[in-house]
């Protein structure tokens, strides 16, 4: 991290903080020394630790890689051959357990690098799972759901906040969210047999291509560098008239 000084005055300085860090503490002195933070949920405030009262705090969510405007056809939300992961191999907990189950039901299992994100085009059923952990549960960022959703691809998710948002935002029952490992099985199974199911999921998913793209997501960027850097950072000074 570092700051930025312009001459004669300060320029407003803001952090996105994406992760929370495993030892808070080492960054609270560089958190203190921004003008507001960028957060993915309303609890990370909390986890942040103790910071300036005057400090300030915009939730923004990430926005989705579907650049193609695709959405999942309805012939594999009807049958869907391919329940797929995309991202890091540590990153999905219990494999082997999701893994033979996908298997149990008769779909193919399939992890795709983090980089690959024309390989949401190749999944039917999303699927994204850690073990149980509060920190991570409150605050990491909205990212794989969102992804998910804007391809229409029905998965099932931990219980997030951010996917909570995520959710929310849809209107509710665009995904199906687990608290541990059983449950997380359970509804992978119920929405492999389900196709009423997949379906409602792909039809509340899809409007996060619209809620979560850039041109959004710009939006409230914009505001908060209006908010932070009042007026004259919100957009460019008029060109002066020629002389």
């Not at 930025?4 to 407003?12: D, Y």
């Not at 300030?56 to 989705?64: E, G, M």
Request: glycine share 4%; aromatic share 8%.
């Amino acid at each position: 991290m570092q700051t930025v000084n312009k001459l004669q005055g300060r320029i407003p300085q803001i952090f996105d903080t994406i992760l929370l860090p495993e030892d808070v503490s080492l960054w609270q002195e560089r958190y203190d020394a921004m003008d507001a933070l960028i957060v993915n949920t309303h609890c990370m405030r909390e986890w942040l630790g103790p910071l300036r009262p005057d400090l300030r705090f915009f939730v923004i969510p990430h926005h989705h890689c579907n650049l193609s405007g695709y959405v999942l056809p309805d012939d594999r939300v009807e049958r869907p051959r391919i329940a797929g992961y995309i991202g890091e191999p540590e990153h999905l907990h219990d494999r082997e357990a999701i893994e033979r189950t996908v298997r149990e039901l008769g779909l193919e299992f399939k992890i795709f690098p983090a980089h690959d994100l024309k390989a949401y085009q190749t999944i039917d059923l999303g699927l994204a799972w850690t073990h149980p952990h509060e920190g991570r549960q409150q605050t990491r960022s909205n990212i794989k759901l969102t992804n998910f959703a804007a391809h229409g691809i029905p998965s099932v998710v931990p219980d997030y906040e951010s996917y909570r948002d995520v959710d929310r935002a849809l209107g509710g029952d665009a995904a199906l969210f687990a608290r541990n490992l059983d449950e997380y099985l359970t509804r992978l199974r119920e929405l492999a047999h389900s196709a009423e199911m997949r379906r409602t999921l792909h039809s509340k998913a899809i409007e996060a291509q619209r809620l979560y793209a850039r041109e959004t997501l710009a939006q409230q960027y914009r505001q908060m560098v209006a908010e932070v850097c009042g007026s004259p950072c919100a957009a460019p000074s008029p060109e002066p008239a020629p002389l």
